[in-house]
């Protein structure tokens, strides 16, 4: 199976940056995602990384480290709407099955005024 | 990104029947389409992987006689609790696309 671990909860105040830490164990690894869900609702695309390195989207950046199994989501200038479910997600092969994701259990960020 | 129809959005059913779900991709054609449950305050687990054209495959402990799947089109793939329970109530959601998965809205399906 995948281990996919990140923290259950974090709390931040608005305009301020928060990191949320993604570690992962699985085999034939094909990139990892960054979801953000608010309640009741799909979750919204937000990254995906296939190489080492960091990726810049606006306020929010994703970094992975494949070699330590490692990726974190960072959101910077945070806005109260920010508030949400973030959920990581490994993409790995599975026989010939392609794109299949692996789910953290998804980290509740609180943004307080 | 690409655009994952999913219908209903909403369904209450009483326990017994059988409840249709539908998910369309909208701008791409996909010949792999993905359902998850989702339970309140649990991640997305896997249900099954749609296979257009083929069967569709399971992941373990999911009933394939009591979740059935038709991916009949590219565009086009169906998920049907049958004998719905109470302990069938939850966020059912599909996904699809290449790399980057994109998810449908979601059904919030309550089986009284």
């Known amino acids: ?113 | 990104g690409a655009v994952v129809s999913q219908h209903p959005s909403r369904v209450i059913c009483k326990s017994g029947t059988s409840v249709k779900i539908e998910c369309r991709s909208l701008d791409f054609q996909a010949t792999t389409m993905f359902w998850y449950r989702q339970f309140p305050k649990q991640s997305l687990m896997l249900m099954a992987t749609s296979n257009e054209g083929s069967k569709a495959t399971y992941e373990q402990g999911v009933e394939k006689d009591k979740f059935l799947i038709n991916h009949a089109s590219l565009t086009l793939s169906t998920l049907t609790v049958t004998s719905a329970h109470p302990e069938d109530s939850s966020f059912y959601i599909c996904g699809g696309g290449a790399n980057e998965q994109f998810f449908g809205p979601g059904t919030r399906l309550t089986v009284l």
């Open chain 1, 1 to 113: 199976g995948q281990n996919i671990d990140q923290p259950t909860e974090m709390t931040a105040t608005e305009g301020a940056i928060v990191q949320i830490n993604c570690t992962y164990q699985t085999s034939g690894f094909n990139g990892l995602f960054w979801y953000q869900q608010h309640a009741g609702e799909a979750p919204t695309f937000l990254s995906y990384n296939v190489l080492d390195g960091l990726e810049e989207k606006g306020r929010f950046s994703s970094f992975l480290s494949r070699s330590k199994g490692y990726s974190y989501l960072l959101l910077k200038e945070l806005q109260m709407k920010d508030s949400a479910s973030y959920l990581c997600a490994v993409s790995a092969h599975r026989g010939s099955t392609l794109g299949r994701l692996y789910f953290g259990r998804g980290t509740q960020l609180t943004v307080w005024p």
